[in-house]
């Protein structure tokens, strides 16, 4: 049996502490307990899986977001073990999932590397579910455990033969007494499997969400590449135009450690590309070490002292521009990954946000400085373009010397340095102001006269700021909105970029609902994203949410913010003396009405956007007039509402009425609900009064704000070259294929 033959039994288990803190201080073992600690659940019992992918033992992987919001996650690996642990007293598999730092990974026999909390992981994970069930298939049989808040509540059992197959299967639902959010999220869950089916070529990791499609048909994605990290950077510039081949390094040394000699590998790609800025991903045992590391310094020592010396060797690199040839010149529009595999690996912060080793710098210099010299030797011509792209960025940073100067603060009391049309507030506490950036001289007059002079600063921007996505660091300063925009937040920028200088902890975009607004909002996102990121990280930045519609009636003023709002407000006052009959007289229950008119007005908008793109709008709705026919979307999702056909008849309490076909009774009540109505649009944040805006958008205690969030950091990258960049025909295609989703958009 596997059993015998895999070296991997209760012996292993070693138990060191228990785990009794767990629940009283989750945030210690999982980061938060929020939305990052909740996903981050996910992410321990999948790194179980992916240890043993890496030692060999595992090619599939499959998490699944069930229907009543708990998740699955399977793989065919070599299963937990299920024997009885020599010390414990009990199955092994009963201490792995109960006993803090208790797994297989701290005798180095089973696991050369793992990315797991080494112990820690599936036990916390137990601690902070409300239930977990972990099914094993090992040595013939299906054995099953069960669990609550960390303590057995079912057992271990065999449930029954299973042959030679092999595996663990692990469902658990968080513990919402613990946790503040309640749902996973597939976008956060999606860019994590991805992401380590790119760094372990070959494994198979099938991903399934079933609870948040309401069409009942669960959204799935399978990701496999052969390429790996490779893949993985020709995938981060997707959209981009590529100046260089990927290029590839991999190799390893061993070192000699106290408690023995160590095997550290490191992989490395990376490709150079048209565009100014920089990504740089590191990984160590598939864990994203979000601040670097000792691997990603070595990468950047070796990639600075081997491009300057292959120039200098070349004469491509003058003698006058070495010394003032920075790392930084030569890695804009640089993509890389960099992988390592690292056994006892030491990171700083329980959630292994930075490495610390110090021995992994000097093992990825050394890989990388002697593959990309080779690298160089054999293609001079990607080493030419390499070398032409950093003296470019050089000469661009040194002519944007003077233009930086001009956004220093000198401190945040001197208000001499600030901009000149910055209003700023009376606060001085970051935590307690807010920037509102508004478009134009006019919405920021108003804005200037309706808000808390305490707590809000207003900065208003004329005309649309540069696209920094198309544009080097020189340009991008000499653009004097932006420098009046870097001066106000305060945090510096570029090598003296630091954001606990920010002024602010809320910076608010603030632009009109419509074409140009949206632009401009874009735009200040794409400076923010690519040359601030850490704002967003931070969750400093906000759009505002101004209201497109103020609707007047009886005296009672109320803003709506979007078109659908609109109608459905007025849908809601039309059916107060309305009755929707069939033609056998059988009233209509008001929520079902209403839930027909809601799809009676999504079919019309519909209908209404493909005959503005040429074709014909009966391909959605026909036959009005017919009983059971109409709308295929009617037919398909409220079927049960076939009964009353497409003859009604609706009155207004005056004693008229009023028949004809579905169609018609939305007009009806809509003409209806707008009458004593007074409906004014908003062209943009300037048409409204100072006490109106601050009202509807900027009042604390009423205010409508999106907080700006980056749960998937390449996604993010790849949208933004799409939408931003050089490359036509991308956008072109995107614009196409969205078209049709578009529900705001003025002609």
Known sequence: MAEETSGYNAENIQVLEGMEAVRKRPAMYIGDTGERGYHHLVYEVVDNSIDEAMAGYCSLVEVVVNKDGSVTVRDNGRGIPVDMHPTQGRPAIEVVLTVLHAGGKFDGSNYKVSGGLHGVGVSCVNALSDWMKVEVKRAGYLHSIEFSRGAVTKPLEKVCECGDETGTSVTFFPDHTIFSCRKFKPSVLAARLRELAFLNKGVTIRFCDEESDESGNPAEETFHYEGGIDEFVSYLNTNKTAISPVIHFEGSREVERVDGTYLIQAEVA??????????????????HTIEGGTHLSG???????????????????????????????????????????????????????????????????????????????????VAKVVIEKSLLANRAREAARAARESTRRKGVMDGLSLPGKLRDCSERDPEKTELYLVEGDSAGGSACKGRDRATQAILPLRGKVLNVEKARIDRILANAEIRTLITAIGCGFGEEWDVSKARYHKIVIMTDADVDGAHIRTLLLTFIYRKMPELIEKGYVYLAQPPLYKVERKKKTEYVLTDDQLTEKLLTLGLDDFEVKAKDGTVME??????????????????????????????????????????????????????????????????????GPLVKLLDDVRNHG??????????????????ELYDTTMNPEKRRMLRVRLDDAVKADQMFSLLMGDEVEPRRKFIEDNALNVRNLDF
């Open 270 to 287: 990376l490709q150079y590309t048209d565009t100014y800025s920089t990504i740089e991903q590191t990984y160590c045992n598939n864990i």
């Open 299 to 381: 990468f950047r020592r070796a990639l600075t002292a081997t491009v300057k010396s292959y120039g200098e060797r070349t004469k491509l690199i003058k003698e006058k521009e070495l010394d003032s040839l920075s790392g930084d010149d030569m890695r804009e529009g640089l993509s890389v990954i960099v992988s390592v595999k690292v056994p006892q690996p030491q990171f700083e912060g329980q959630t292994k946000t930075k490495l610390g080793n110090g021995e992994v710098d000097g093992i990825v210099s050394s890989i990388v400085s002697d593959q990309l010299n080779t690298f160089f030797e054999e293609n001079p011509a």
């Open 590 to 659: 008001p929520t079902r009405a209403r839930e027909l008119l809601k799809l009676l007005a999504e079919i019309e908008s519909t209908s209404k956007m493909v005959s503005e793109r040429g074709f014909d709008p009966k391909a959605l709705i026909v036959d009005d007039d017919t009983q059971g026919s109409g709308s295929s979307m009617l037919k398909k999702e409220f079927s049960s509402l076939s009964g009353f056909g497409y003859s009604i008849e609706d009155w207004f309490g005056d004693g008229k009425t009023a028949n």
């Open 674 to 691: 707008r009458q004593g109505l007074s409906v004014t649009r908003f062209k943009g944040l300037g048409e409204m009064d100072a006490s």
